[in-house]
């Protein structure tokens, strides 16, 4: 069964990655949103409507409900073929799931099929400039206005919002609430006059992180996703989805680069220093260990800690792969010809946000110590 979905899906990227298509192979992805961005959304509808998209969403919401494995296999197969990164992946894979979870069947309704189809966009509106990973130090607010949520703050390295059409956003609806008490995961429109988007320019010279300003943005009484009060354990739900079965998909990708270092190391020489030679060695191993690790996640209902885990390992291998690109590059890395990043230059450049977005190191370690070891909690003030 799961061989014959796999050559299915061999086959249809082998068939459909052509014409116009072929021009997307291996574009966008972190650092690289700006490449070919429109066509990406148009290969993402052609996804969708061929029934490779929302592959573990249940069929009665549009969805293929797919097993875990055969979601592995999309993933491994997708990667492989160097397809495009997704546009749609906030909404499918985040979002989808959270109202499938906690969402009123109004709200399925309205947005599920818009997602599936690839209508509508979204981003998630959770660090702020005074709370990045420590989430529950939000303060944007939310306050009811007769049949509406008014609301106002600022949300900082929101992925995409220049291009999406909704938000979800973390946001404190009970006056003088502390920490995670006090929170609801709202549903806001982007197009309206009370929300700006500002874009950071990153070290790779492009943009594809924002700061976004609600400035008595509204948005319908109806639009918050589980009980208001509860939306610590919504938002938590959805940072679980995040970390799930895609980040064996990530892996094939962090695997192509490897292979492409090893490639570079054996080229130019870089491969006879025995200290080079042990580090690709070691980079090879890591990531042996991180899709084992992967693999056991993936087995649990509740994966728990693993999930700050597997953000840790993965997060510092990648930055170290691209320090060592670097130094397999030699002095030729530290020149851009005619201010243009080559490939290694940009992994090198935006790997350096791996271990701070997604939750950074710091905040994964509290978590596994507190939570896990059962050590002292850290003084805060």
């Known amino acids: 069964m799961n061989g014959d979905f796999r050559q299915q899906l061999r086959a249809w990227l082998a068939d459909n990655l052509c014409g116009e298509f072929a021009k997307l192979r291996g574009v966008g992805g972190p650092g690289r949103e700006h490449e070919q961005y429109e066509l990406r959304r148009e290969w993402d509808r052609k996804l969708a409507k061929a029934g490779w998209s929302c592959l573990g969403w249940p069929v009665e919401h549009g969805g293929r409900g797919v097993s875990t494995q055969e979601q592995v ?23 989808g799931p959270t109202l499938i979870a ?14 599936l189809a690839v209508e509508e966009l979204w981003c998630q509106g959770y660090s702020e400039p005074g709370a990045g990973s420590d989430l529950a130090s939000v303060s944007t607010t939310a306050t009811v206005d007769g049949d509406d949520w008014v609301i106002t703050g600022q ?19 009970e006056p003088g609430s502390r920490r995670r008490d006090g929170l609801s995961y709202l549903l806001v429109p982007m197009r309206q006059p009370g929300v700006q988007v500002r874009p950071i320019r990153q070290l790779t010279g492009t943009s594809e992180f924002n700061e976004v300003f609600f400035d008595n ?13 509860d939306g ?10 995040e970390r ?75 930055r170290e792969l691209g320090e060592l690109a670097m130094q397999v590059r030699g002095p030729e890395s530290m020149v851009a010809v005619d201010g243009d990043l080559d490939e290694w230059q940009r992994l090198y450049l935006f790997s350096r946000a791996d271990t701070i ?7 994964q370690r509290t978590i596994i110590a507190e939570r896990v070891l059962g050590l002292p909690k850290e003084p805060r003030a």
């Open 357 to 363: 977005y997604g939750g950074s190191d710091e905040i």
């Open 232 to 241: 610590w354990r919504v938002a938590m739900a959805t940072l679980a989805f």
């Open 102 to 115: 906690f969402g009123t069947p109004e709200q399925q309704s309205r947005f599920l099929p818009k997602i």
């Open 155 to 173: 949300k900082v390295w929101t992925s995409l919002a220049h291009e999406a059409d909704w938000c979800f956003v973390l946001a404190r609806t």
């Open 244 to 318: 799930g079965v895609a980040t064996l998909g990530q892996q094939v990708g962090f695997r192509r680069e490897l292979d492409a270092l090893i490639d570079l190391a054996k080229r130019n020489g870089a491969i006879d220093d025995p200290v080079i030679k042990e580090r690709l060695t070691r980079s090879w191993i890591g990531l042996e260990v991180m899709r084992a690790h992967a693999l056991r996640t993936l087995s649990r209902k509740d994966p728990g800690y693993e999930a700050s885990v597997s953000k840790l390992v993965w997060a510092r291998w990648h």
């Open 73 to 95: 296999i999309f993933y491994e197969e997708y990667a492989a073929a160097n397809a495009p990164a997704r546009v749609n992946h906030i909404g499918e894979e985040l979002l």
């Open 217 to 229: 943005a509204r948005t319908a009484k109806d639009m918050v996703v589980g009980e208001v009060g």
